[in-house]
């Protein structure tokens, strides 16, 4: 029952300030409902007992990623853009074939519905943060390592690219 | 217990936004957003998969697509700065030349 | 951004490069020190240009001097540096009375110099309190506000008022010292060498202070000289130049003190300079308690002043630098013209020189560093 | 109906908890405001408050009656919207991350198994607050503020997150109840075994609060009030709770990780059994305090008023002292829990304090460059050292004391090295234009 409950209130969250993010003319407005979003997003992990994830959506995505987005946000002057136009040419065309391709999705799940209606059964993941860990760090250390090695070049390429003209 | 499909609707939803996000906005930081939106909705598919079979897999991956996201995003916003600085605008159809 | 524009004078602020905004500062802000307003040529948080406006305190000092009799004139000096109101008035004593030919007897000049050199102390103590609050450090201002309190004790014991004091008269001074007037003296100046060690124990090595004063607002001799400041400004950068020494006025002739001198004039070396200059205050106050000697307190001048005509310049050593007063007389009871050379107003003209290439948080540090007095640079 | 009912019932404790501390942590702010003016005074040479009360007793609920009569500006460019809701984030985030913490044995909303990264991921949503109010107050001052802050706070959050890393490794537990346990299971707290990672904690979290040295989003002589310049009234008293409410999580967490939380010093020595007293005695000493305070006030209402202090302080010494006794019902771990642990905050809390007091004001590069050529290497450096510390504590079989003294030397050494090059640095930038 609470179960069903958060589950919605949260996806409808979700869905709801999506759409908000792409329709918004301010960005700063966007960017508020995209954190609304990833939070709950965040909030259906926390639902899926993925406590982990949920801590690194928070710590990472809200307060990490969306901080840089606002601090950009800021830095690019906003004023004119508010009086631009906010949609390109091809809207019309990009939203039908989105909708297509949604549909086409859609319509996947639902024939594959004998496998995907079953419920998610509470499978072995406690406790999650140490389990995280071990797989972490076992299984998959060498895409560790990759990872922090496409962090370090994507902030290396981030200083490049923001430090004024040499 | 909600069924999987229904965490793979939701997704659904989130991805089809952000796309149409990317496809239909002129301001590059809304479509990055949108992007974020995207990487999102694949992340509860994998973690609602994760779930369902069991296994813990599926959230390791999810962290590697926020470290992506991390990435892009740091690499993506410097690319605005460095655009802004010389060209004074955010919009993705006036970034029609590869070099300027 | 090696620029051109950067090095161009004040008035093409309005030429601006990409990354380049105007910040105007004042003439409200807590930290202008009254109605300063300063516009900023900022190149991200580094000052690239910088503009005083002023006159927001305009009141016509100069003009009012001219409808007045020298008398009645003398109470207006007091309103220009009203930090530093005695040191005011001596001056514009003494010019009177060179221009009468007249000289205040003995007993007044070591009164007088015991007054202003207290007021030296006040002067130093406000500005260090609100310096120091300037860059953030909340407590020094209490502890020197307390001991300026006790200076202004003494001030509203000998003539009444504590802050525009208008404690000397046109050849002398109008007031007999009071009971106890050396021995409060003394007690304050005994007790006052230990409050400046408890000063200097809050800021002078502290790491932070150290490095938001070192290296900041640097201003060299030879810019000093060619801008005309005077005063602690001046001795910072390493010129050796007190008017107390070289063109000795009041009693400053019968005393032994140091001129103390920085070496990099940055606001680092002019904080340690005001610091020694109160000590050495202190000392002159001690010397000359010891030793006023009795006497008629005001020259005979009559009550009725009229000069002879001719003009006379005379400026003395206040707080903040030289202050000079330049005065033409046609014969009559007024003034035909008062010029005031105000230290603030000449040292401030040094803002631009030492505020570029800064950072904002440094340019409240530097107005503070000037020591400034709006009443005194719009007067 | 009873289905609710029962559904809730396992809710109810938190619940309860939860009601408690919204409706106290108002008027805890607003008092520890008056002490931290109090201390200020003090040091000061001046009486601070005066008035309201005796000795100023009743100065925050003065404080907070003002702030809530006032009239209600938002600038005319403002974005509305947003201007409503950046304080409302604030406080927001501040209380939420109060709900991970535990004041006591007892007195725990939730005992999370993420419970610490819980708490940095939601007071690192405060940053929000401050970031959005600052950009739609549409002015200078407030975006310079807030632009300020935010570069602080995610320059700082690293060195801190490191340093709690250190305890962490110690802990082998995200819970923040178990961290405690552990210690007292240890018989030490953490700050004496990860002394460096306790200062790099005090020093990155009084940054992260906004306080001065590093108060420079809110310096009054630059940017008259960062962010908040804009704000009155009770949208403004909001961002101060959340500052407030923010000192006091740093503060916990401290607590929580290296202060040893609710156990009170040596806990399991029983030859010190008589700190069991303290508590009951400090009150007592607090209620004599005001006793003897009292006819010296020069109204009526506030010598009784002074006399109602001393009964409530009486009574708190009287709970606090009666598990001593055995009296039923009353918990001795929780209450003397809930006392030790709020007495190690405020201490932690009057630290804050006596620096802003003390010090200067850091510039904005001076900030930057201390968090990061000093303070976050330092934190990396410790943590490798703990682990170093561990593993030869564990694999080689060195005594613990010996183990954790070598590391903590050797880091204090890269500390030391650190701090002489950075001054070098310091120095050269001097010279030329910096």
């Known amino acids: ?166 | 217990m909600i069924p999987t499909s229904h965490y793979l609707f939701l997704s659904l939803a989130l991805f089809t936004i952000g796309v149409i996000g990317v496809l239909t906005r002129r301001n590059v930081i809304i479509i990055l957003m949108s992007i974020e939106l995207i990487l999102n909705a694949v992340n509860i598919n994998l973690i609602a998969f994760s779930r369902m079979f069991g296994s813990v897999d599926g959230q390791i991956f999810a962290l590697f697509v926020i470290t992506d996201a991390a990435a892009e995003a740091a690499v993506g916003l410097g690319i605005i700065i460095a655009f802004f600085r010389n060209r004074e605008t955010v919009l993705a159809d006036e970034m029609d030349i590869l070099k300027w | 951004m090696a620029d051109t524009r950067t090095t161009l004078p004040n008035t093409e602020m309005t030429v601006l490069g990409a990354d380049e905004i105007i910040l105007n500062m004042g003439p409200q802000h807590p930290s202008t020190h009254g109605v300063l307003r300063v516009k900023l040529k900022l190149d991200g948080e580094k000052v690239v240009g910088s503009e005083c406006i002023i006159g927001y305190l305009h009141r016509g000092v100069e003009k009012i001097a001219e409808h007045r009799s020298y008398q009645q004139f003398a109470p207006y000096v007091d309103r220009m540096d009203y930090v530093a109101a005695v040191s005011n008035g001596l001056g514009y004593c003494e010019a009177i009375e060179k221009l009468l030919g007249a000289e205040a007897p003995p007993r007044a000049r070591v009164v007088r110099t015991i007054l202003t050199e207290l007021q030296r102390i006040v002067s130093h103590l406000f500005w260090l309190g609100t310096h120091a609050l300037d860059i953030g450090a909340l407590t020094p201002l209490f502890y020197c506000l307390r001991e300026r309190e006790e200076i202004l004790k003494i001030f509203e014991k000998y003539c009444g008022a504590r802050l525009t004091t208008h404690a000397f008269r046109i050849g002398g001074l109008q007031y007999e010292t009071y009971d106890g007037f050396e021995m409060e003296v003394e007690r304050f100046c005994n007790d006052f060498a230990h409050k400046i060690d408890e000063y200097e124990a809050l800021l002078t090595e502290n790491r932070i202070w150290l490095g938001r004063t070192k290296g900041v607002g640097v201003l060299s001799a030879a810019d000093a000289i060619a801008f005309g400041v005077s005063g602690p400004v001046l001795r910072a950068s390493g010129v050796k130049w007190d008017i107390r020494k070289a063109m000795p006025y009041a009693a400053y002739d019968q005393y032994k003190f140091e001129i103390p001198t920085g070496q990099n004039g940055d606001t680092y070396d002019r904080y340690l300079v005001r610091m020694e200059e109160m000590r050495q205050s202190r000392l002159i106050c001690l010397q000359a308690i010891e030793n006023i000697p009795t006497g008629p307190i005001m020259a005979r001048i009559g009550k009725v002043l009229k000069p002879p005509p001719g003009e006379v310049y005379h400026s003395i050593e206040a707080p903040k630098g030289e202050i000079g007063y330049y005065v033409v007389s046609d014969g009559t009871t007024q003034p035909y013209r008062v010029r005031v050379r105000p230290p603030s107003f000449i040292n401030l003209q040094a803002f631009d020189k030492m505020v570029r290439g800064h950072l904002v948080a440094d340019v409240v540090a530097i107005i503070g560093t000037i020591d400034i007095v709006l009443g005194e640079v719009d007067r | 109906m009873r289905e609710l009912i029962e559904f809730f019932r396992p809710h109810l404790l938190p619940l309860l908890y939860a009601l408690v501390i919204v409706a106290v942590l108002p008027l805890i702010a607003g008092y520890v405001v008056l002490v931290e003016r109090k201390v200020m005074a003090d040091m000061q040479a001046r009486l601070g408050p005066m008035r309201v009360g005796p000795h100023g007793l009743l100065q925050p609920i003065a404080d907070a009656v003002k702030l809530l009569l006032k009239e209600d500006i938002i600038p005319e460019n403002a974005d509305v919207w947003i201007f409503w809701l950046a304080p409302l984030l604030s406080v927001t985030a501040g209380m939420l991350a109060l709900s991970a913490l535990p004041f006591g044995p007892a007195f725990q909303i939730a005992d999370l198994n993420i419970g610490l990264l819980f708490i940095v991921g939601i007071s690192s949503m405060g940053i929000f607050g401050i970031v959005l109010g600052g950009w739609a107050s549409n002015s200078h001052y407030s975006l310079l503020g807030a632009l300020r802050s935010s570069a602080q706070l995610v320059s700082y959050e690293t060195a801190a997150g490191m340093a709690l890393v250190s305890a962490l490794l110690l802990a082998g537990t995200l819970s923040m109840a178990t961290i405690v346990r552990v210690q007292e299971h240890k018989g030490v707290w953490f700050v004496f075994v990860a002394p460096i990672a306790f200062f790099t904690y005090l020093v990155a979290s009084i940054a992260e609060t906004n306080r001065a040295p590093f108060d420079l989003p809110e310096a009054e002589s630059e940017l008259v009030a960062g962010y908040m310049t804009e704000y009155s009234g009770f949208r403004w008293a909001l961002y101060f709770l959340a500052e407030y409410t923010n000192m006091i999580v740093v503060g916990s967490i401290a607590t929580v990780m290296f202060l040893g939380g609710w156990l009170r010093p040596f806990p399991n020595v029983h030859a010190l059994d008589f700190f069991d007293y303290v508590p009951a005695v400090l009150m007592l000493a607090v209620a004599g305090y005001c006793l003897w305070r009292a006819p010296k006030q020069p109204v009526t209402v506030q010598k009784l008023f002074l006399v109602a202090v001393a009964g409530l302080c009486a009574l708190v010494a009287a709970i606090l002292a009666a598990p001593l006794f055995g009296v039923p019902y009353l918990s001795k771990a929780a209450l003397h829990g809930g006392f030790w642990f709020l007495l190690k905050v405020f201490l932690y809390i009057y630290v804050f304090m006596w620096l802003r007091f003390t010090f200067p004001r850091y510039r904005f590069d001076q900030l930057m460059r201390l968090g990061w050529h000093f303070l976050i290497p330092v934190s990396i450096v410790n943590v490798m050292g703990i682990g170093v510390a561990l593993v030869l504590h564990r694999q080689f079989g060195w005594a613990k004391w010996l183990a954790f003294l070598v590391t903590t030397v050797g880091t204090l050494a890269v500390a030391g090295y650190l701090a002489a090059t950075d001054e070098r640095h310091e120095t050269a930038m001097v010279g030329g234009d910096a």
């Open chain 1, 1 to 166: 029952m609470l179960d069903k409950v958060v589950f919605y209130f949260f996806a409808g969250l979700a869905v709801l300030s999506a759409i908000l993010v792409v329709t918004r003319r301010n960005v700063v407005h966007s960017a508020i409902f995209l954190i609304t979003a990833l939070l709950a997003t965040a909030g259906i992990f926390l639902q899926l007992h993925a406590e982990f994830l949920f801590a690194v959506q928070i710590i990472l995505y809200v307060g990490g990623i969306m901080v840089l987005f606002i601090f950009v946000i800021m830095l690019v002057n906003l004023d004119v853009a508010l009086h631009q136009v906010q949609f390109n040419r091809q809207t019309l065309l990009a939203l039908l074939l989105t909708l297509a391709l949604a549909a086409q999705l859609g319509l996947g799940l639902r024939l594959g519905r004998s496998v995907m209606f079953a419920p998610a059964r509470p499978g072995p993941l406690e406790p999650n943060t140490e389990l995280v860990g071990r797989t972490l760090f076992q299984n998959y250390m060498l895409p560790f390592e990759i990872a922090s090695i496409l962090l370090l070049v994507a902030m290396i390429g981030a200083v490049v690219m923001a430090k004024k003209k040499v």
